[in-house]
């Protein structure tokens, strides 16, 4: 039974500003099948309550019951559940306890403003629960009461905490029985048989163990919750995941968090356990996206993510040194081409000229001018971009955004936009009508209108940059045992004709 379990009425909390029948229309819209009404220092009475229902025009399986939030001076608020008596300001925990030994003490908002409970105070005897998800909270606060109630497991809630109009039900509770009153709820709570509502899904990651954090209830519209929660397993991995993070966290500050063009939202980071906490932004891969779109549709997508690219540039951060990307290149053109040697494969002598070639013309024309570079994505890709959209009904909120920044270097604008021509080519090589309906001259035209970028040479640098992009998919394609197939012979002969014009 799914349960609105902490919420404010304007007509018994002066800090809300919402009726009470219309928080109970608001968690019935949510799915939710009842609601707790938990004003300070008030308990609704039994007629009160079933007026307020009537005047909702809820069906009558809604349960909607009150408890009270009470101000303690040992930890601060507290909701009381199950309690026939009203408890004035600062009443103590052992008096709540003693007078009302069957209730249920649920700790609200404990970590809210920055505090970070210890352990001996979430495993309080006097405590029955923690509430631990909150409006009152931000988000890093929920994701640090989800870590901590991981770890010690006590019994928690979610409750919304609302006090307006628009956001009741966000956090619900989970009970695993169905309830009829409040009393029974409190004993439910005592008994540990409920839970906060969330969806925690493990996804694979290399170097990392991933999980996706979905919090609350769809009901009717999309504003759940989302975190991605990264645990690395190797110092090396931290090294490049932390920075990914640092290089999220400036772009967020210029504007990459809202609107058409995004970045996940940087929220906390854990050296000692190797722990990052991201925003996780509700969309599909560019990649997933055009597989099923109208062409209208998936055209409308790949400018997209050609402005996005183009707002990144048109930032010239300096967040990476600039001689970063000339001074890293040899050693990973040269592990492109250790695939090939180590199996003795019969093109290994063109990819070795093919990489030569590329290493030569880098040096040439970017060794002496540091000034062409910007900060750049460095794997833009359809993979990596994700399309979403705020509000299903309204396609004026439609967003791209961009995910993994970890081979974020100061690069030739011309790399981002050679990278992305040479993946889309090779994700979607085997759908013939992809390929047809989507002419590369609409992402580079995209690109070129957003960025301001005229010059006549800019087509050939983006060639330099798609015959690298092969080498690398090349090399991936070895990786995988694909060392025979035709793919790999077809990459190399597109990065032979980049280079020479072909």
């Excluded at 229309?25 to 229902?53: C, M, N, P, S």
């Excluded at 009970?175 to 409040?182: A, N, S, T």
């Amino acid at each position: 039974m799914l349960l609105e379990m902490h919420s404010h009425t304007k007509e018994h909390s002066r800090c809300s500003s919402i009726p009470a029948a219309e928080l109970i229309r608001q968690a019935f819209a949510k799915g939710l099948q009842g609601i707790v009404f938990t004003d300070h220092h008030y308990l609704w009475k039994d007629d009160e309550i079933l007026q307020v229902r009537r005047s909702s025009a809820v069906p009558d399986h809604f349960l909607t019951l009150s408890g009270q939030e009470v101000a303690t001076p040992e930890i601060g608020d507290v909701i009381v559940y199950g309690a026939d008596i009203l408890f004035p300001h600062r009443t103590s925990l052992e008096e709540i306890r003693e007078r009302c030994p069957a209730a249920a003490l649920v700790w609200a908002h404990p970590y809210r403003k920055g505090r970070r409970p210890d352990d001996a105070s979430l495993l309080l005897p006097f405590l029955d629960g923690v509430e631990i998800f909150s409006s009152n909270h931000s988000v890093l606060e929920n994701s640090r009461a989800l870590r901590d109630w991981h770890r010690l497991r006590f019994t928690a809630i979610g409750g919304t905490d609302t006090h307006g109009n628009g956001y009741a039900g966000l956090y619900p509770t989970l009970f695993d029985h169905p309830l009829d009153g409040v009393k029974e709820l409190a004993n439910e709570i005592r008994k540990g048989r409920c839970r906060p509502f969330l969806k925690e899904i493990p996804r694979s990651g290399a170097g990392s163990l991933v999980t996706e954090v979905t919090f609350g209830a769809k009901g009717f519209d999309e504003v759940r919750e989302r975190i991605i929660i990264r645990n690395i397993t190797s110092h090396h991995k931290w090294d490049k995941a932390d920075r990914a993070f640092h290089i999220a966290e400036q772009l967020a500050r210029q504007g990459f968090t809202a609107g058409p063009y995004r970045v996940p939202l940087p929220i906390d980071q854990e050296h000692d356990s190797m722990t990052l906490i991201e925003q996780g932004i509700r969309g599909k891969s560019l990649f997933d996206k055009i597989l099923s779109a109208s062409r209208e549709d998936g055209l409308r997508y790949v400018r997209m993510a050609a402005h996005w690219l183009a707002r990144l540039h048109e930032c010239r951060l300096t967040l990476t040194p600039a001689n970063e990307f000339l001074d890293r290149e040899p050693d990973r053109l040269e592990r492109y081409l250790e695939r090939f040697t180590a199996i003795n494969h019969p093109h290994a002598r063109r990819a070795a000229e093919i990489l030569s070639a590329i290493q030569k013309e880098e040096q040439r024309r970017y060794a002496d001018n540091p000034d062409l570079l910007v900060q750049g994505h460095g794997d833009f890709h359809p993979k990596n971009i994700l399309i979403g959209q705020d509000i299903q009904e309204n396609r004026d909120t439609l967003f791209v955004a961009a995910i993994d920044f970890e081979s974020s270097l100061r690069l030739p604008p011309a790399f981002d936009a050679g990278c992305f021509l040479a993946q889309f080519r090779n994700q979607f090589f085997h759908h013939e009508e992809i390929i047809r309906d989507f002419p590369e001259e609409v992402f580079i035209n995209a690109y070129r209108e957003a960025s301001g970028i005229v010059e006549d040479d800019f087509p050939n640098q983006v060639e330099l940059f798609r015959a690298r992009a092969n080498m690398s998919i090349a090399a991936y394609l070895i990786k995988l045992g694909l060392g025979d197939s035709t793919d790999l012979w077809r990459v190399l002969l597109e990065a032979e004709k980049a280079l020479t014009g072909r």
